[in-house]
């Protein structure tokens, strides 16, 4: 059974930081593309941030700067580090990985950004 779990999540203020932890299981990590997609009330869950199987990244535009995404593969877990952060970042915060034939979601953590 594949899992993931997400933490780190939290209430900060704007300018403050944050570091999301993900561990996955049931799957060669190593062999996956894992991401991070947030979703806000009323919004579209949308991509943040994935990291490759050969540990090439890629960013929404507007984190860019401000969000690093890693992975540590002997952990079998992916970080999103999140510095800057803005009221706008508020949203639940969803780890992913695609398999061959589904999609697979951890059941997220918030991030709350107060002005």
């Known amino acids: 059974q594949v899992q993931l779990v997400e933490s780190g999540g939290g209430l900060v203020q704007s300018g403050g930081s944050l570091r999301l932890s993900c561990v996955a299981s049931?799957?060669?990590?190593?062999?996956?593309?894992m991401g991070w997609y947030r979703q806000a009330p009323g919004n579209e869950r949308e991509l943040v941030a994935e990291?490759?199987?050969?540990?090439?990244?890629n960013y929404a535009d507007y984190v860019k700067g401000r969000f690093t995404i890693s992975r540590d593969n002997a952990k079998n877990s992916v970080y999103l580090q999140m510095n800057s952060l803005k009221p706008d970042d508020t949203a639940g915060y969803y780890c992913?990985?695609?398999?061959?034939?589904?999609?697979?979601w951890g059941q997220g953590t918030q991030v709350t950004v107060s002005s």
């Open positions: 990291s490759t199987s050969r540990e090439s990244t």
């Open positions: 992913h990985v695609r398999l061959a034939l589904r999609d697979v």
């Open positions: 049931g799957i060669m990590f190593s062999a996956y593309t």
